[in-house]
């Protein structure tokens, strides 16, 4: 094992002091925040798929719908170029429109402007529930780096172990929830009623995750700072070379 790889006690120990839960629950808030994208991030997600759903119920115009979908996209990365803001949830959001676009265009069915972020939500889902099987949970791989703690929580850290997979499981069974629904309506409703109950459902179970995954963490022993440990063992290190070169 790799010395940020040795179990330790921090998966046994207390929360500690009132303030120290406080401390931990905003660390935590903070990052599901920065790793999900806040709300801007949520309106990056909505506003493609907004737009083009509101220009084909009006006109039945597939070109146009899709058009302005992928401006739209374009112009939100522009907006973060331009404020220097981290741009993945941006640019995440632009090829997700369009490899609709293209299905769209391909088919010449409005309603597979969809299917490609609804297949990503698929594999997502499945994607969640296997590392949780596995114990890897995805979630924890992702909110890792966030942490400063990286994979540290794997072996050190018990607790946050299983906060990660309950919050993994959660994620995965939710978005399998979702897909239960849009899968059937895909073939069943037509395109205007299916883009809309697509929107409301864009939100809401992602909410619900973040929520959930929120309390998970908020609850489980504070993130190993693997960053701060190396910082240190390298001060102790040049403080040792040191003592040597004076004796």
């Known amino acids: 094992m790799t010395s940020l790889d040795k179990p330790t006690d921090h998966g046994t120990t207390d929360q500690g002091s009132p303030d120290q839960e ?17 709300v801007r991030g949520m309106v990056e997600t909505v506003a493609p798929g907004l737009l083009f759903v509101t220009i084909f119920t009006i006109n039945k115009d597939l070109h146009m719908s899709a058009i302005a979908a992928l401006a739209v996209s374009l112009v939100l990365v522009v907006v973060r170029l331009v404020m220097k803001d981290t741009v993945k949830h941006a640019f995440s ?10 299905f769209a265009m391909m088919t010449g069915n409005a309603k597979d ?35 400063k703690e990286n994979l540290s929580w794997r072996t050190r850290n018990p607790g946050r172990k299983s906060a990660y997979t309950k919050a993994s499981w959660a994620w995965g069974l939710i978005l399998l929830a979702k897909c239960a629904i849009l899968f059937p309506l895909y073939w ?21 995750a973040v ?4 309390v998970f963490l908020a609850k489980a022993p504070a993130p190993i700072d693997v960053f701060a440990e190396m910082e240190a063992a390298e001060k102790a290190e040049k403080e040792r070379e040191a003592e040597r070169r004076q004796a």
């Open 113 to 147: 402007f969809y299917l490609p972020g609804m297949l990503y939500t698929l594999g997502l889902a499945l994607a969640y529930i296997i590392t949780a099987l596995a114990g890897v949970p995805l979630i924890g791989l992702i909110l890792g780096p966030v942490f």
């Open 22 to 38: 406080t401390d931990s629950r905003a660390v935590t808030e903070a990052a599901l925040f920065e790793a999900f994208g806040g």
């Open 93 to 102: 959001g632009v090829f997700g429109v369009a490899f609709g676009v293209v």
């Open 188 to 208: 069943w409703a037509d395109t205007t009623q299916f883009g809309w109950v697509l929107i409301a459902l864009k939100i809401p179970p992602f909410l619900l």
């Open 211 to 214: 929520w959930l995954t929120w």
